[in-house]
């Protein structure tokens, strides 16, 4: 199954705040963070960690006004020649960062890495609760749009980019389904303490959902990060300047990337909005889109629930995925 990314809400590549320089150790014994060390020696002391970001691998470097941002790839580095090669895919249908410099290849001594632009505007997830709903409509129907741009790029089967060809590799253990994924999480996280009747309310959710992503034929690019955090638009006028933090892309189901961005929305001016403009311009819509784009995300709920650390969205997560099993629905309570 694709990995659920595991970011706080807030956190984003390109769209969060500057963290601040760690200070480099000294004395004895003393060792610096491996990757900010990467990047130090492949840019110098200008490289500047920024705070978003589930890798921590991105880096702010340049002077003010001409800043670029910088990935490096130390954990798996063959995912850098596969960004480069989606950035070009999506290149003028989705806003995307240019690629300014990159190696693609790793050595002992140089990490691969992606020297990209800097793309302007705010995160959506800071900028949507102040926005008049005039501009909230605004970004929700650009955002929709990009959408239906995703889910309009065709790919024959599900499964992982193998390389920079984008060759897609079947999921490792994906002959199972949503009932299988539960029992395998059903002993880990806050998953361990529910009672029985959660537990089977909780299956009996599953097999619904299972039924409903039975009946989907086709697959499509999907970002798999797609949420306010890794969005960002133009404060002054909602327009969607960019997404950024593509580093769990796959072909996967077209309405993966739906449900994960209305996840834990409640800003239903915003959320109309979206769904307007994928209607209007994406793909023909099954008539049960919003329960599949649940059914789909309920992957990515329980392996968040099933986690050992406890953070905001991992409570998040546990609490709509207990609401759902007691109304043994897939909405839990969410509209629409």
Request: proline fraction near 8%.
């Amino acid at each position: 199954m694709p990995p659920t990314p595991g970011a706080l809400p807030g956190d984003g590549d390109q769209g969060g705040e500057l963290g601040r320089e760690p200070e480099r150790e000294s004395g004895r014994g003393a060792v610096a963070h491996p990757v900010t060390t990467a990047a130090w020696h492949l840019l110098g002391a200008d490289a500047r960690p920024l705070s978003g970001g589930y890798s921590g691998e991105t880096f702010l470097v340049g002077a003010p006004g001409e800043e670029a941002v910088l990935r490096l790839y130390l954990r798996d580095p063959g995912r850098a020649g596969i960004d480069a090669a989606l950035f070009a895919l999506v290149r003028d249908l989705v806003p995307v960062p240019r690629v300014l410099d990159l190696r693609t290849r790793a050595t002992p001594e140089q990490p691969a890495y992606l020297l990209m632009e800097r793309l302007p505007g705010e995160p959506l997830d800071r900028w949507l609760p102040d926005a008049s709903p005039q501009l909230r409509k605004a970004a929700g129907a650009g955002v929709g749009r990009v959408l239906a741009r995703l889910s309009g790029m065709p790919f024959p089967t599900a499964g992982e980019f193998a390389d920079a060809d984008l060759r897609v590799r079947p999921w490792a253990g994906a002959a199972g389904g949503l009932e299988e994924w539960v029992d395998a999480h059903r002993e880990s996280g806050a998953l361990a303490a529910w009672s029985f009747a959660d537990v089977a309310g909780l299956r009996e959710v599953a097999r619904q959902g299972q039924d409903l992503l039975d009946g989907v034929r086709r697959s499509c690019l999907c970002h798999s990060d797609f949420n306010p955090k890794n969005l960002l638009v133009d404060p002054g006028t909602g327009e969607v300047t960019g997404l950024v933090d593509w580093e769990y892309a796959h072909a996967g189901n077209p309405y993966a990337d739906l449900g994960n961005l209305l996840r834990f929305e409640t800003d239903e001016v915003f959320a109309t909005a979206v769904v307007d403009a994928l209607r209007t311009y994406g793909p023909p819509l099954d008539p049960a889109f919003r329960q599949v784009a649940r059914a789909v995300d309920l992957f990515a709920l329980v392996d968040l629930a099933g986690r050992a650390e406890h953070h905001e969205i991992t409570r998040a997560a546990t609490d709509l995925l207990l609401r759902c099993a007691r109304a043994r629905d897939l909405s839990g309570g969410r509209p629409g």
